[in-house]
């Protein structure tokens, strides 16, 4: 996601991080006044603690991580998963999917003040993940996933209900009757731009690119070359036109990334740049420089930063202790460029539990690891948005047994 941040106040302050503290954010009492922008912006988080969660996937109360009930066995009956966030004035909407007994259907969650959240359906049809979310002119919400075998897209005025958009199928080509998925989707000047891919859920993939005026009608562009083997997994606007960064290999395994560049969203190059061919890239934004791009590398044992000046050659930052974990599992998932440097949020894994985390850089290639801390035990953050003076972040805790749909806030509260 790239959304700005205009942060009064922190320019000039320190970026050391302080104690962190077992924060929940209260919802009650009055609203929380913004507090003065701490050393640790970005870098220590608060739970939210009013999430809705679905009543069928949750039967079992509970506000925090627990362990399974029985080997091999979930706490709770179902899962919902948060995946990724968007802001329209004040109001934030959070799309993902829930899970009961194997069946999956998308859902939204709304909330104006950060600390509470509502839940709504997207789309009740089985097979349905929204993926992605975008604001359309700074007036309403397109939501993008797929439903059952068809990539799939919805809009909302107030992230509470959702119409169904049409999407058209490619009439020609090897994949025209493959299944299909949007990943990823902006909003631009002329119009919103969707990617994603067709394919096999475990197989080769191809990946697609589709366009829409408004939202509510979708066309597919057609299928060319660059897309073999390839999924996309972000698209941003650059001053000559776009560009993409995807992913290479199976449904079932990653074995690399790519870039494309498009003058208009319509034609497409291909960029194999070896910096890219070893890591497998998550996000990205734009910067003064150029852009910025996150991830980790094939086995996700390190957490990768790349920068290129104009999108053809990619630099990987240099190796640092703070994205690396004990050779264990560790990635980023999203990256926010804020006044106060760029934001990064992920996860790492030891032997059976993981934690969420953060970095803050200066520069795009030193990163400042967030300390552990109890907000994000446990936790898979996947998307970061700037709301008012904060940042809020969105995934899911409780891994492996539980994902309880979650949200955190940075600054945290005191």
């Known amino acids: 996601m790239l959304v700005p941040l205009v942060a009064a106040g922190l320019l000039g302050c320190s ?28 870098l220590t988080w608060g739970l939210v603690q009013d999430v809705e969660r679905p009543a069928e996937a949750f039967a079992v109360a509970s506000d925090l991580p627990t362990a399974a009930s029985a080997p091999g066995g979930a706490n709770f009956p179902g899962q919902s998963i948060l995946h990724d966030v968007a802001v329209v004035g004040d109001r934030l909407v959070a799309v993902g ?40 002119s700074g007036t309403r919400f397109v939501a993008v996933g797929r439903s059952g075998v068809d990539a799939a897209a919805w809009t909302s005025a107030d992230g509470k209900t959702w119409s169904r958009a049409s999407v058209a199928r490619l009439a020609s080509g090897s994949l025209a009757d493959a299944p299909e998925r949007m990943t990823t989707v902006i909003d631009t000047p002329a119009g919103l731009l969707a990617g994603g891919s067709a394919g096999p859920e475990l197989g080769d993939r191809q990946a697609r690119f589709w366009r829409s005026s408004d939202g509510t009608t979708w066309t597919p562009i057609a299928d060319a070359a660059a897309f073999g083997g390839a999924e996309v997994v972000a698209i941003t606007p650059i001053p000559s036109g776009y560009l993409a960064l995807g992913r290479l290999g199976t449904g079932q395994r990653a074995t690399g990334s790519i870039a494309w560049l498009s003058a208009d969203g319509e034609t497409w190059r291909r960029i194999d740049d070896r910096a890219l061919a070893n890591g497998l890239l998550a996000a990205v934004a734009v910067t003064a420089d ?3 791009a996150v991830g980790s590398d094939l086995d996700e044992r390190e957490a990768v930063v ?6 053809v050659t990619w630099t990987r930052a240099p190796g640092e202790g703070s994205r690396l974990h004990s050779g264990e599992k560790i990635r980023m998932t999203d990256l926010l460029v804020t ?11 030891g032997v059976q539990f993981g934690d969420g985390t953060s970095w803050l850089s200066g520069d795009g290639l030193s990163w400042q690891q967030a300390p552990l801390q109890p907000a994000l035990g446990q936790g ?28 955190w806030i940075s600054p945290n509260v005191p």
């Open 97 to 136: 999917y829930t899970a009961v007994a194997g069946s999956w259907t998308a859902d939204a969650w709304t909330s104006t003040n950060a600390t509470s959240w509502s839940l709504s359906t997207i789309d009740d049809r089985v097979g349905s993940f929204a993926m992605a979310v975008t604001a359309r």
């Open 15 to 42: 970026l050391t991080p302080s104690a962190p503290a077992a924060t929940v954010i209260s919802t009650t009492g009055p609203p929380i006044a913004a507090p003065t922008p701490p050393a640790a912006f970005g």
């Open 339 to 349: 006044e106060a440097g760029y934001i990064g949020i992920g996860n790492f894994v």
């Open 290 to 292: 150029g852009v910025l």
């Open 306 to 311: 790349w920068a290129s000046a104009d999108g």
């Open 380 to 407: 898979e953050p996947e998307a970061l948005v700037a709301w008012r003076d904060r940042l809020v972040m969105v995934g899911s805790r409780g891994a492996p047994d539980n994902y309880i749909p979650s949200v």
